[in-house]
């Protein structure tokens, strides 16, 4: 079974920074499409970072301050998130497009992780 992790949230001053990580776990996966979404109170939630088939997405709130990236070696997937401001604070997810194998059958879906929480505040 693919289970999604994700870690590095916590309280950070405005104007800091955090580094989320997502650890991608199980066997027979492969990854297509992957990104960050968050989940503010009383909010949507939203798209803030994507790599699809090839090409990375930001959300336009977040564009220049957080940076997607992953680490194949190490299944995993980063968010990098400088110049952090108080509308920021949210529970953050991390989801995975990926084909994964069980026994004989192939099927692609989409994977979350049960998120980490990020406050922003003074």
């Known amino acids: 079974q693919v289970q999604v992790v994700e870690s590095g949230g916590g309280l950070v001053q405005p104007g800091g920074s955090l580094r989320l990580s997502c650890v991608v776990h199980g066997n027979d996966v492969g990854i297509v499409n992957y990104g960050w979404h968050r989940q503010a109170p009383g909010k949507e939630r939203e798209l803030v970072a994507s790599i699809t088939s090839g090409l990375t997405k930001y959300a336009d709130s977040v564009k220049g301050r957080f940076t997607i990236s992953r680490d194949n070696a190490k299944n995993t997937i980063y968010l990098q998130m400088n110049s952090l401001k108080a509308e920021d604070t949210a529970v953050y997810y991390c989801?995975?497009?990926?084909?994964?194998?069980?026994?004989?059958?192939?099927?692609?879906?989409?994977?979350w992780g049960q998120g980490t929480q990020v406050t922003v505040s003074s």
């Open positions: 989801m995975i497009d990926a084909w994964t194998i069980v026994g004989p059958v192939a099927s692609r879906k989409d994977i």
